[in-house]
């Protein structure tokens, strides 16, 4: 009997195996190969143990903020609110993409990654000591996909349903097709308190301080201007070794100012604690003053080994103006990055073309064979460049005359059907005229857009530039009600589902969705879904690489620049691990070094 048992198991197990399942539960999930940490490790190399708890931080916002729910549509979120809410599995920053287990204990899905099943942790709780179950799982992703941001639908799109298995068990499964990165975008799902939001509306703004599971709770609000967050003494987490060594502040604070300039002066004044600098010419010469020089405040550029994604000028191509690729071309040779980078940016900068700018996934040279067979099926709808050419920018001689450039852009032009008037850019047949204006959220861009927008006048082109508040530009960009943008898309080493989001027909027609260019192309929407169904990492690199090249020579933007790095000023009062993360910038691994504050406060105090 034994023996028939044995074999009965055998057979099972082949069975199992010739369907694709693998049943074991995981500690972690890495979108391809395995973690980089095994199931016993003890915490993050980037994380300290040993770090001390204690102390405070301020950070500074810019703008504003009227609610706490950050997963609406509805309203402008305070900073921060990440740190009330937990997730599923949390990622590492030393690896590609690999999540690992947090509020769930483990993951189990099959080979097709077709499903996957999280146990949840006996131990986790809300801060109310209310247990987070399998019940508040499937609440929160129903909620989200229904009556959250429009980019949640986009972005569980593909999960079919979720089905609670146990009090402390939930299971999703996704429609048909292959998505490796499904399993661990539903572990991204943060998890809400379905008692708690029972009676309350998800769907409208509010200033109630949430009830979450993380390592911080809200304990002060001021609307428009402050919010403050209280390390959770008994937080059921904090020994989990995705968390050992983090989250050490005992309070953290974000202070909101409407300017960028008057939030450096405040800094420089002591009055919040850690910067991340994004303007070249205030780190170049900003910055100077007693703290820098006294050792009391610390510059610091800290690499980063992660993708740039693409900042640019982006074009509404919803607008009349911009439907036409060879109108956009042509106004590209009207942006003089040579100049911008030397004379505004003390050459810090090196020009970005790729949207995956800075990792493995942009494209180089002309298309591989792997990158011909997806792009092949749309050769007679895409541009004949995305097989002949590899993208470059226009370029100048950094010298600020762009004679050369302007006069291609005029051939271009013309070519599109326009021509000058009275000094005015208008289309030959409608009579239309080029006008448009580019719109702004930092006044710090307008030196940059300044003369940019004086070489387009060169042209005939009524361009115009404005700066509006936060508010007002987050509901603009929302109904797409602007021609031209700055903005960046951030990518990550594994792209997948927010794709969708960024590039698709449906996103294109979404209010809120991140197509701010409008774009709506097939090619475009099966190369978004190639990339998400890549099996391997070759795939996922090659489908990356030929969306790319589409994308660059639609000539949906203008781009801009990039930095291999972070560039981080803070008072000098914090201690870090000597490991840093090479994918990302984990300010919560840091702490309050007690002998660095007290000398810091004694050498202040003398000075007053």
């Given at each position: 009997?034994?023996?028939?048992?044995?074999?009965?198991?055998?057979?099972?197990?082949?069975?199992?195996?010739?369907?694709?399942?693998?049943?074991?539960?995981?500690?972690?999930?890495?979108?391809?190969?395995?973690?980089?940490?095994?199931p016993?490790?003890?915490?993050?190399?980037?994380?300290?143990?040993?770090?001390?708890?204690?102390?405070?931080?301020?950070?500074?916002?810019?703008?504003?903020?009227?609610?706490?729910?950050?997963?609406?549509?509805?309203?402008?979120?305070?900073?921060?609110?990440?740190?009330?809410?937990?997730?599923?599995?949390?990622?590492?920053?030393?690896?590609?993409?690999?999540?690992?287990?947090?509020?769930?204990?483990?993951?189990?899905?099959?080979?097709?990654?077709?499903?996957?099943?999280?146990?949840?942790?006996?131990?986790?709780?809300?801060?109310?000591?209310?247990?987070i179950?399998?019940?508040?799982?499937?609440?929160?992703?129903?909620?989200?996909?229904?009556?959250?941001?429009p980019?949640?639908?986009?972005?569980?799109?593909?999960?079919?349903?979720?089905?609670?298995?146990?009090?402390?068990?939930?299971?999703?499964?996704?429609?048909?097709?292959?998505?490796?990165?499904?399993?661990?975008?539903?572990?991204?799902?943060?998890?809400?308190?379905?008692?708690?939001?029972?009676?309350?509306?998800?769907?409208?703004?509010?200033?109630?301080?949430?009830?979450?599971?993380?390592p911080?709770?809200?304990?002060?609000?001021?609307?428009?201007?402050?919010i403050?967050?209280?390390?959770v003494?008994?937080?059921?987490?904090?020994?989990?070794?995705?968390?050992?060594?983090?989250?050490?502040?005992?309070?953290?604070?974000?202070?909101?100012?409407?300017?960028?300039?008057?939030?450096?002066?405040?800094?420089?004044?002591?009055?919040?604690?850690i910067?991340?600098?994004?303007?070249?010419?205030?780190?170049?010469?900003?910055?100077?003053?007693?703290?820098?020089?006294?050792?009391?405040?610390?510059?610091?550029?800290?690499?980063?080994?992660?993708?740039?994604?693409?900042?640019g000028?982006?074009?509404?191509?919803?607008?009349?103006i911009?439907?036409?690729?060879?109108?956009?071309?042509?106004?590209?040779?009207?942006?003089?990055?040579?100049?911008?980078?030397?004379?505004?940016?003390?050459?810090?900068?090196?020009?970005?073309?790729?949207?995956?700018?800075?990792?493995?996934?942009?494209?180089?040279?002309?298309?591989?064979?792997?990158?011909?067979?997806?792009?092949?099926?749309?050769?007679d709808?895409?541009?004949?460049?995305?097989?002949?050419?590899?993208?470059?920018?226009?370029?100048?001689?950094?010298?600020?005359?762009?004679?050369?450039?302007?006069?291609?852009?005029?051939?271009?032009?013309?070519?599109?059907?326009?021509?000058?008037?009275?000094g005015?850019?208008t289309?030959?047949?409608?009579?239309?005229?080029?006008?448009?204006?580019?719109l702004?959220?930092?006044?710090?861009?307008?030196?940059?857009?300044?003369?940019?927008?004086?070489?387009?006048?060169?042209?005939?082109?009524?361009?115009?530039?404005?700066?509006?508040d936060?508010?007002?530009?987050?509901?603009?960009?929302?109904?797409?009600?602007?021609?031209?943008?700055?903005?960046?898309?951030?990518?990550?080493?594994?792209?997948?589902?927010?794709?969708?989001?960024?590039?698709?027909?449906?996103?294109?027609?979404?209010?809120?969705?991140?197509?701010?260019?409008?774009?709506?192309?097939?090619?475009?929407?099966?190369?978004?879904?190639?990339?998400?169904?890549?099996?391997?990492?070759?795939?996922?690199?090659?489908?990356?690489?030929?969306?790319?090249?589409?994308?660059?020579?639609?000539?949906?933007?203008?781009?801009?620049?990039y930095?291999?790095?972070?560039?981080?000023?803070?008072?000098?009062?914090?201690?870090?691990?000597t490991?840093?993360?090479?994918?990302?910038?984990?300010?919560?691994?840091?702490?309050?070094?007690?002998?660095?504050?007290?000398?810091?406060?004694?050498?202040?105090?003398?000075?007053?």
């Open positions: 009997m034994r023996a028939l048992a044995i074999a009965l198991a055998a057979l099972l197990a082949a069975g199992a195996a010739l369907a694709g399942e693998d049943p074991r539960p995981r500690h972690a999930l890495a979108m391809h190969g395995e973690p980089r940490y095994g016993d490790f003890r915490h993050f190399d980037y994380a300290d143990p040993e770090a001390p708890k204690g102390g405070s931080v301020t950070f500074a916002a810019i703008g504003t903020f009227d609610s706490l729910n950050p997963y609406i549509l509805k309203g402008v979120p305070a900073a921060g609110l990440g740190l009330v809410h937990q997730t599923l599995t949390v990622n590492s920053l030393d690896e590609p993409f690999t999540e690992y287990g947090e509020v769930a204990a483990t993951i189990t899905t099959p080979a097709d990654r077709s499903w996957v099943i999280f146990d949840l942790r006996p131990q986790a709780r809300f801060h109310d000591g209310t247990p179950t399998a019940e508040d799982v499937a609440f929160t992703l129903e909620t989200l996909k229904t009556r959250g941001h980019f949640y639908r986009a972005y569980y799109k593909s999960v079919e349903r979720v089905e609670v298995l146990g009090e402390r068990r939930v299971k999703f499964v996704f429609a048909k097709g292959v998505n490796r990165e499904l399993p661990l975008i539903v572990g991204q799902l943060p998890v809400l308190p379905k008692h708690w939001w029972q009676g309350r509306n998800f769907e409208s703004v509010t200033l109630e301080p949430p009830l979450g599971s993380g911080y709770r809200v304990v002060e609000v001021d609307p428009g201007r402050t403050v967050y209280e390390r003494r008994d937080w059921w987490a904090r020994d989990l070794p995705v968390n050992r060594g983090r989250y050490n502040f005992d309070r953290v604070r974000y202070d909101y100012y409407r300017d960028a300039n008057v939030a450096l002066e405040a800094f420089k004044a002591g009055q919040y604690d910067r991340l600098e994004n303007v070249s010419k205030l780190w170049a010469t900003g910055y100077d003053g007693p703290a820098l020089r006294a050792g009391w405040i610390v510059k610091e550029e800290i690499p980063v080994e992660r993708p740039a994604g693409m900042q000028f982006v074009f509404n191509t919803r607008k009349s911009f439907r036409d690729r060879r109108v956009r071309w042509a106004l590209a040779h009207a942006f003089d990055f040579e100049w911008t980078n030397r004379v505004l940016f003390y050459g810090a900068y090196t020009r970005t073309d790729s949207y995956f700018e800075n990792s493995e996934l942009e494209a180089r040279g002309l298309p591989s064979k792997a990158e011909l067979a997806l792009l092949e099926p749309w050769r709808r895409l541009p004949p460049e995305v097989f002949t050419k590899d993208y470059e920018p226009p370029k100048t001689d950094g010298s600020g005359n762009i004679r050369r450039n302007l006069r291609e852009a005029l051939r271009l032009l013309r070519e599109a059907g326009w021509e000058i008037r009275d005015r850019l289309h030959r047949e409608t009579g239309e005229v080029m006008a448009f204006e580019i702004l959220v930092s006044p710090s861009f307008e030196r940059v857009v300044g003369p940019f927008v004086k070489n387009l006048r060169r042209l005939g082109i009524e361009a115009t530039y404005r700066t509006i936060p508010a007002q530009y987050q509901n603009r960009l929302d109904d797409f009600d602007f021609d031209m943008i700055v903005t960046v898309w951030g990518q990550s080493l594994s792209p997948g589902n927010e794709q969708r989001n960024f590039w698709t027909c449906e996103a294109a027609k979404t209010r809120g969705s991140r197509n701010y260019a409008g774009i709506c192309d097939p090619a475009v929407d099966d190369l978004v879904e190639k990339l998400i169904a890549a099996e391997t990492r070759e795939d996922l690199v090659t489908a990356a690489r030929a969306l790319d090249r589409v994308l660059l020579w639609g000539h949906y933007v203008i781009p801009h620049w930095i291999p790095y972070e560039r981080v000023a803070y008072w000098n009062k914090f201690g870090r691990p490991v840093l993360p090479k994918h990302g910038l984990d300010l919560f691994a840091w702490w309050v070094d007690p002998t660095r504050l007290a000398a810091l406060e004694a050498a202040r105090g003398r000075t007053r």
